[in-house]
Structure formats: C-alpha cells, structure tokens
C-alpha cells in the first residue's frame, strides 16, 4: 500500500492557462474524489468516481473544471483559462468499495498569478 | 443537506494537559462522523471514525471521540497533549448513501511546551 500520490505537488500558472492534475488512488480503490482546500477553510468536495464512472460532478465549481478516470485507475482533473481564484490546494481521495473512510493524498498546490 | 460546526478555530493546550475540540453536525440520515488531521505541509490523515457501532470511537495517538445523537455532538479529545500534536483538526460528516464528505472549518491547535 502506497498510498493516494498526486502530481505536481506544486504548480504555479499564469492566469488564462489551462492546467492538469494527476491523482494515483490506492491500488484496490475503486471509488476516487477530488476535493478543494483554500486557505483557512476544510475541504470542499468537487466530484467522485466510481470505477470509471462519474458519479456526483454538480459540485464542480464551473464549466472550467473537468475530470476523468478513463480505466479506473488514475485520475486527472483539469482547469481552463485558470483565473487567480482558483488558487487553492487541490487534494485527491480514494476509497474501497462498501468502506466510509477516504485516505487522501498530499496535494497539489496551485498558485494563478 | 450535511454540515459540521467546529467552533474555537484556535486552541492553545500546555503540554499534558487535556485537548478537547468541540463538534455538532447536521444530517439528514444516520451520519458516519470522522476527524482528519492536518501537520504542516502534510496529507489529512484519519484519526477516527464512527459509523453506527459503539459510541465511544478510540483513535490513533491517544484520541477518542464520543457521539451524541441527541446532542448531535462528536467531540475529540485527548487525555495529555503531546508537542506533536500540534496541528489542524477537522470534524467531518458523511451522509449514509452519500460518498461526499462535508469538512468542518478546522480548529488549529498549538502546544505550548
């Protein structure tokens, strides 16, 4: 057990780019998450998968985000045309089938100048 | 709709003394109640979780929590606190048939030696 790795950990992008994150779950994971943290604030969920199916994405914050899990195994989540509010640590959770608990990933940091 | 309050964003403890961080949550069906930590430049990582067995949730490094339906309440408390465990603690509620987790604000313990 490895566990959730994400890449980069840390990109810095010029407004109006488009960026893409990558999220590895736990090998026998079958459902995966993305959340968003800003500063001072928990968590906020984004979307989830199951398998390869997305199962929950109202919660995306705009019809700039996307994400997809085209095996069912890793993830990407990507952002265009990046504003500065889109400055935040994007965290990446999986979990096994019929469990509660995520175990999430270190993050990656994204800084819009 | 789920949602946790934590109050008291900023908790000072002298080193062994007892922590408590105080939860209550809101739900629409039977919740699973978890609290993640946070270290400095590091993963959230569960400390605990219930999820309808015993009231009484014993965790990693010494913590435990209880829950109180008629309270709505899943406190988090530790006996002696340790420097390590300095921190962001986050309170976390998890709607049964929902695979959203929904973050408290956090509460950032310091311990002064």
């Known amino acids: 057990d490895t566990g959730v790795s994400q890449d980069p950990r840390h990109k810095i992008t010029k407004r109006g780019q488009n960026v893409t994150f990558r999220c590895d779950p736990i090998s026998e994971h079958n459902r995966l998450y993305w959340y968003r943290q800003t500063l001072g604030q928990g968590p906020e969920f984004l979307t989830y998968?199951?398998?390869?199916?997305?199962?929950?994405k109202s919660r995306l914050l705009s019809d700039r985000f996307s994400a997809e899990r085209p095996k069912g195994s890793f993830s990407t989540l990507e952002i265009q045309r990046t504003e500065q509010g889109d400055s935040a640590m994007y965290l990446c959770?999986?979990?096994?089938?019929?469990?509660?608990?995520?175990?999430f990933g270190p993050g990656t940091r994204l800084t819009v100048t | 709709a789920q949602s946790v309050t934590q109050l008291d964003s900023h908790v000072s403890v002298s080193e062994g003394t007892p922590v408590l961080l105080r939860c209550n949550y809101s739900?629409?069906?039977?919740?699973?109640l978890f609290w993640y930590v946070q270290h400095p430049n590091k993963g959230l990582q569960l400390l605990l979780k219930y999820t309808s067995a015993a009231t009484l949730v014993k965790g990693i490094n010494g913590f435990e929590a209880e829950f109180k339906k008629s309270e709505t309440s899943f406190h988090l408390t530790k006996p002696s606190a340790h420097m390590s465990d300095a921190a962001e603690y986050f309170c976390?509620?998890?709607?049964?048939?929902?695979?959203?987790?929904?973050f408290g604000k956090g509460n950032q313990v310091v311990v002064i030696p």
């Open positions: 976390v509620v998890s709607d049964s048939g929902n695979n959203r987790l929904a």
């Open positions: 739900s629409s069906y039977s919740p699973s």
């Open positions: 959770a999986s979990s096994g089938a019929g469990v509660s608990e995520q175990y």
């Open positions: 998968f199951q398998n390869e199916a997305q199962l929950e």
